[in-house]
């Protein structure tokens, strides 16, 4: 499974971006898609994530702000970030996890806020 994410840039606080994912590849099983985000000299953080049944979750730090959306059916999920912070600058990695299997990780998009 190959994962595809774009729609990082360079914003100013306040501002928005939206992220999108894709997966491709052997994505039958696939249950859940989400996004980590991390900040230089910080671990990476889970951000957020989807689930095949529609749920949704997502780090306290965002709620209110990032809002995730998609279709596991169609391998894609997207993170809306509003209201973009500093402390939001990291580059945010997609993940998806199959059913019984690992997290599968994309390559990342780089998200900078300036201030």
């Known amino acids: 499974v190959q994962l595809q994410a774009s729609g990082g840039g360079l914003v100013q606080t306040g501002g928005s971006l939206r992220l999108s994912c894709v997966a491709s590849?052997?994505?039958?099983?696939?249950?859940?898609m989400g996004w980590y985000r991390q900040a230089p000299g910080k671990q990476r953080e889970w951000v957020a994530l989807?689930?095949?049944?529609?749920?949704?979750n997502s780090n306290d730090s965002v709620k209110g702000r990032f809002t995730i959306s998609g279709d596991i059916a169609k391998n894609t999920v997207y993170l809306q970030m509003n209201s973009l912070k500093p402390e939001d600058t990291a580059v945010y990695y997609c993940?998806?996890?199959?059913?019984?299997?690992?997290?599968?990780w994309g390559q990342g998009t780089e998200v900078t806020v300036s201030s």
């Open positions: 993940y998806a996890i199959p059913r019984g299997g690992a997290r599968l």
């Open positions: 590849g052997s994505t039958f099983g696939i249950n859940t």
């Open positions: 989807l689930s095949s049944g529609g749920s949704t």
